[in-house]
Nanobody, 121 residues
Framework: QVHLVESGGGLVQAGGSLRLSCAAS????????MSWNRQAPGKQREIVAV???????NYADSVRGRFTISRDNAKNTIYLGMNNLKPEDSAVYSC???????????????WGQGTQVTVST
């Protein structure tokens, strides 16, 4: 089993910054694409940013230029730097990972529990 644990959420004023972390743990796994996603009350979950195992990134239009996704493969961790936060960025932020075990080609995936980000006016 691969577990993802997010941290770094909290309450911040509009215009402020936060940095989220998502650490993966388990035995004999290889992380592939990973992403940050968010869900606000009454809204569908949306993909915020994606990063491949080679470091290629992509962002939702709503956060491009303000958020930065990065990963440290040695630590099995991805990060989301969030600048110039807006009240509409308030949501539960969850990370997602696609992975493989050992020499297996079978693709698996898992989600973290999420961390709350609240941006006040």
């Amino acid at each position: 089993q691969v577990h993802l644990v997010e941290s770094g959420g909290g309450l911040v004023q509009a215009g402020g910054s936060l940095r989220l972390s998502c650490a993966a743990s388990g035995n004999s796994f290889r992380l592939l694409n990973m992403s940050w996603n968010r869900q606000a009350p009454g809204k569908q979950r949306e993909i915020v940013a994606v990063i491949s195992n080679g470091g290629v990134t992509n962002y939702a239009d709503s956060v491009r230029g303000r958020f930065t996704i990065s990963r440290d493969n040695a630590k099995n961790t991805i990060y989301l730097g969030m600048n110039n936060l807006k009240p509409e960025d308030s949501a539960v932020y969850s990370c997602y990972a696609a992975f493989q075990y050992g020499d297996s080609r079978l693709l698996r995936d898992t989600w973290g529990q999420g961390t709350q980000v609240t941006v006040s006016t």
